[in-house]
C-alpha cells in the first residue's frame, strides 16, 4: 500500500513539474508578447551580457509613483542577472526607445511595488513556486546622469 502510495505521488509530482516547465516555455516564449492587447502593459527591456551580446526581451511593465519597474518572478531571469552586471539598459515604452539605469529595488519601495502588483497563491503554483521575486527600478538615464552632476 505504502508502495503504491509514493508511486502516486511521484507521477503526480512528475506530471506538475512537467505542466510548470511548458507553461514557463510556452507562456513566456509564446504568449507573453501578446499579453499588452489584454490590457497588461508592457515593455521591452534590452540586456547587454559579458560578451556584448544584447538580448531584447517583453516583460510586464509595473508603473508606481511614477516609475517604471520589471519584476523577476519566473524562474528563468537571466535578464535580471544581466541587468545586476550591466545597469545600462535599453527600454521600448509604446514604440519609444531610451537609456535607462536598472536599479535593484529593496525595503519600503519594494513592499509598495510588490503591493501594486501582488502574485496571488494560483499564479504561484501556476509557475511552480519560483524563488522569492526581485523588482528593477527603471531610470531614465539622462535623469541619472543629472543626478549624479548634482551631488
Given at each position: 500500500?505504502?508502495?503504491?502510495?509514493?508511486?502516486?505521488?511521484?507521477?503526480?509530482?512528475?506530471?506538475?513539474?512537467?505542466?510548470?516547465?511548458?507553461?514557463?516555455a510556452?507562456?513566456l516564449?509564446?504568449?507573453?508578447?501578446?499579453?499588452?492587447?489584454?490590457?497588461?502593459?508592457?515593455l521591452?527591456?534590452?540586456?547587454?551580457?559579458?560578451?556584448?551580446?544584447?538580448t531584447?526581451?517583453?516583460?510586464?511593465?509595473?508603473?508606481?509613483?511614477?516609475?517604471?519597474?520589471v519584476?523577476?518572478?519566473?524562474?528563468?531571469?537571466?535578464?535580471?542577472?544581466?541587468?545586476?552586471?550591466?545597469?545600462?539598459?535599453?527600454?521600448?515604452?509604446?514604440?519609444?526607445?531610451?537609456?535607462?539605469?536598472?536599479?535593484?529595488?529593496?525595503?519600503?519601495?519594494f513592499?509598495?511595488?510588490?503591493?501594486?502588483?501582488?502574485?496571488?497563491?494560483?499564479v504561484?503554483?501556476?509557475?511552480?513556486?519560483p524563488?522569492?521575486?526581485?523588482?528593477?527600478?527603471?531610470?531614465?538615464?539622462?535623469?541619472?546622469?543629472?543626478?549624479?552632476?548634482?551631488?
Amino acid at each position: 500500500m505504502r508502495i503504491k502510495l509514493l508511486k502516486i505521488v511521484g507521477i503526480i509530482a512528475a506530471i506538475y513539474i512537467t505542466f510548470v516547465v511548458l507553461l514557463e516555455a510556452v507562456f513566456l516564449g509564446y504568449y507573453q508578447p501578446k499579453l499588452e492587447s489584454s490590457g497588461i502593459p508592457m515593455l521591452v527591456l534590452t540586456t547587454t551580457d559579458e560578451t556584448g551580446e544584447s538580448t531584447p526581451r517583453r516583460l510586464a511593465r509595473i508603473e508606481v509613483d511614477g516609475k517604471v519597474y520589471v519584476s523577476a518572478h519566473h524562474w528563468p531571469r537571466g535578464w535580471y542577472q544581466e541587468a545586476l552586471k550591466n545597469p545600462q539598459v535599453k527600454l521600448e515604452i509604446d514604440g519609444v526607445t531610451a537609456d535607462y539605469i536598472g536599479v535593484p529595488v529593496e525595503g519600503e519601495e519594494f513592499q509598495n511595488v510588490a503591493t501594486e502588483f501582488p502574485l496571488p497563491f494560483g499564479v504561484r503554483f501556476l509557475m511552480g513556486f519560483p524563488p522569492e521575486r526581485d523588482v528593477l527600478r527603471l531610470d531614465p538615464a539622462t535623469s541619472t546622469a543629472r543626478r549624479a552632476e548634482a551631488e
